[in-house]
């Protein structure tokens, strides 16, 4: 057998082991998972803790589409999203009973806390009750930031000027349309008084020239959900991929790295898969 014989086997060889390689390496890459959430759960950091971790052991990519918790809700409505993590009960319990969401789960919470100017030119620090917080913002001619934007903490906010029994529309009041970490920037930036979830406050302070006036209201709780978008109404959804970050967020691994998760020595989220 000559030498050119063998160097031809040898490359056949060499190119049918590439091919098979080739051939294995796109059989085992995973569909990404399009999760649809709130931009409290990216802007605080927790994603970027999370899902590298979870792409390594399971193989399955995540694509994030952090909005408010309605527009979340709606790019599950329409099939654009695999599965959603949101912070609004009512608006989730709509969701699932349409049938567009199946196999709710509790994930964690954390609370809602209302920030402002350190000398708290509305006096809320003396205060214990969320919506008489916002009845003094109003009363006080001081200037409200709101997100404007019916995510989780837009609806939450809503419920207390309900609560509070005021029509927000007096002249302080600013509806903006922003994320929660822009919405935090122009308060501080104006020395205006915001809702916020304190995950993205902890994660926002060290940046901002505002303080922690009103929090410990049981109105104030904000629970987070994960929920899977109805196969039935869309079959092209990565089901499978979505039910393993699903159940992988709420193993007792996934819920010891979110407890895990610190800023500035705080932890942000309380894990809470058993939760009601």
């Given at each position: 057998?000559?030498?050119?014989?063998?160097?031809?086997?040898?490359?056949?060889?060499?190119?049918?082991?590439?091919?098979i390689a080739g051939a294995a390496h796109a059989d085992a890459a995973k569909a990404p998972i399009r999760l649809a959430t709130t931009t409290s759960t990216e802007q605080s950091g927790l994603l970027g803790w999370l899902l590298p971790q979870f792409t390594k052991e399971t193989g399955y990519p995540v694509q994030?589409?952090?909005?408010?918790?309605?527009?979340?809700?709606?790019?599950?409505?329409?099939?654009?999203?695999?599965?959603?993590?949101?912070?609004?009960?009512?608006?989730?319990?709509?969701f699932v009973d349409a049938g567009f969401g199946i196999e709710p789960v509790h994930l964690m919470y954390n609370d809602f806390v209302i920030v402002g100017p350190a000398k708290d030119p509305a006096g809320l620090a003396k205060?214990?009750?969320?919506?008489?917080?916002?009845?003094?913002?109003?009363?006080?001619?001081?200037?409200?930031?709101?997100?404007?934007?019916?995510?989780?903490t837009h609806i939450k906010e809503k419920t207390l000027w309900q609560a509070a029994d005021v029509k927000p529309e007096f002249a302080g009041y600013k509806s903006i349309g922003q994320g929660m970490g822009p919405t935090l920037t122009m308060a501080s930036e104006l020395g205006a008084y915001t809702l916020?979830?304190?995950?993205?406050?902890?994660?926002?302070?060290?940046?901002?020239?505002?303080?922690?006036?009103?929090?410990?209201?049981?109105?104030?709780?904000?629970?987070y959900q994960v929920i899977l978008v109805n196969p039935k109404r869309y079959p092209d959804l990565n089901t499978e991929g979505a039910r393993t970050l699903k159940n992988w967020?709420?193993?007792?691994?996934?819920?010891?790295?979110?407890?895990?998760?610190k800023v500035a020595g705080q932890a942000l989220f309380v894990a809470d898969a058993n939760g009601k």
């Open positions: 057998m000559t030498i050119k014989t063998n160097f031809k086997r040898f490359a056949l060889s060499l190119a049918a082991s590439l091919l994030v589409m952090a909005a408010g918790t309605g527009q979340s809700l709606k790019m599950g409505e329409n099939g654009d999203a695999d599965l959603v993590m949101t912070h609004a009960p009512s608006a989730e319990k709509k205060l214990h009750d969320a919506a008489k917080g916002l009845q003094a913002i109003k009363d006080q001619g001081q200037t409200f930031i709101s997100r404007g934007d019916e995510s989780g916020t979830d304190r995950g993205t406050w902890l994660a926002y302070q060290s940046k901002l020239d505002l303080a922690v006036l009103l929090e410990g209201d049981k109105r104030l709780f904000n629970p967020l709420v193993s007792e691994h996934g819920q010891k790295l979110i407890g895990d998760f």
